[in-house]
């Protein structure tokens, strides 16, 4: 019953940046965290950052590492994905999931897992 919506996409110019976020409502397991992932035109889904539920440590991929930021306020039961110096091939539909994250690992995906919507990032000049 884990439900996940994204928000904060739209466009903009190369250099820019963008903050999305993911509202989580619903039970999740202790050893899921949250995860974000893209998906771009003509391309498959991929990875982009993850933060675990257990310690907070993070998973970065190669291509976002340095660019990007992800965190949690677990107040507002929600995660954060702090976008900047994007590039235009960081457009895509961006994604959140529960994810088995691991900062050595990366993220894991399993069929049980929940997903949002998607938000559109845009980047153009």
């Known amino acids: 019953q884990v439900q996940l919506v994204e928000s904060g996409g739209g466009l903009v110019q190369p250099g820019g940046s963008l903050r999305l976020s993911c509202a989580v409502s619903?039970?999740?397991?202790?050893?899921?965290?949250i995860g974000w992932l893209r998906q771009a035109p003509g391309k498959e889904r991929e990875g982009v950052s993850c933060?675990?539920?257990?310690?907070?440590?993070?998973y970065y991929a190669d291509s976002v590492k340095g660019r990007f930021t992800i965190s949690r306020d677990n107040a507002k039961n929600t995660v954060y994905l702090q976008m900047n110096s994007l590039k235009p091939e960081d457009t895509a539909v961006f994604y959140c999931?529960?994810?088995?994250?691991?900062?050595?690992?990366?993220?894991?995906?399993?069929?049980?897992?929940?997903w949002g919507q998607g938000t559109l990032v845009t980047v153009s000049s």
């Open positions: 999931a529960t994810v088995t994250c691991s900062s050595t690992y990366g993220l894991l995906v399993q069929a049980s897992d929940a």
């Open positions: 619903g039970f999740t397991p202790d050893y899921y965290g």
């Open positions: 933060i675990s539920s257990s310690d907070g440590s993070t």
